[in-house]
């Protein structure tokens, strides 16, 4: 049963922009956290961004504040991720993930129990 979708990913110049989006179903559509998540070769997984659900809260990782912004779609039950000013570190498979009822944390990869299947995002000089 298909939870998370992610869409949007691909390849950008230095300085360009991107959008990915991630479609919800089941039970991950109750989840009231939805954030992505990113994971470049060879490095853990970190928190990108975050959104509360029920009332637009949002969270970001210090090194996309400024240049990523994250929000959400009632209507479409959709969370995208709109990223600016790209940089080839920002490079990376991006995941999104539901969550918010296990109490470890937004930016804790634990804190979520749905996950996409990830989308890649690469970034040349």
């Known amino acids: 049963q298909v939870q998370l979708v992610e869409s949007g990913g691909g390849l950008v110049q230095a300085g360009g922009s991107l959008r990915l989006s991630c479609a919800a179903s089941?039970?991950?559509?109750?989840?009231?956290?939805r954030g992505w998540f990113r994971q470049a070769p060879g490095k853990e997984r970190e928190f990108v961004a975050a959104?509360?659900?029920?009332?637009?809260?949002?969270y970001y990782a210090d090194s996309v504040k400024g240049r990523f912004t994250i929000s959400r779609d009632n209507a479409k039950n959709t969370v995208t991720l709109q990223m600016d000013s790209l940089k080839p570190e920002d490079t990376a498979v991006y995941y999104c993930a539901a969550g918010g009822v296990r109490g470890y944390g937004v930016p804790y990869d634990d804190e979520y129990d749905y996950w996409g299947q990830g989308t890649q995002v690469t970034v040349s000089a």
């Open positions: 089941g039970r991950a559509f109750s989840r009231y956290l």
């Open positions: 959104i509360n659900w029920n009332y637009g809260r949002t």
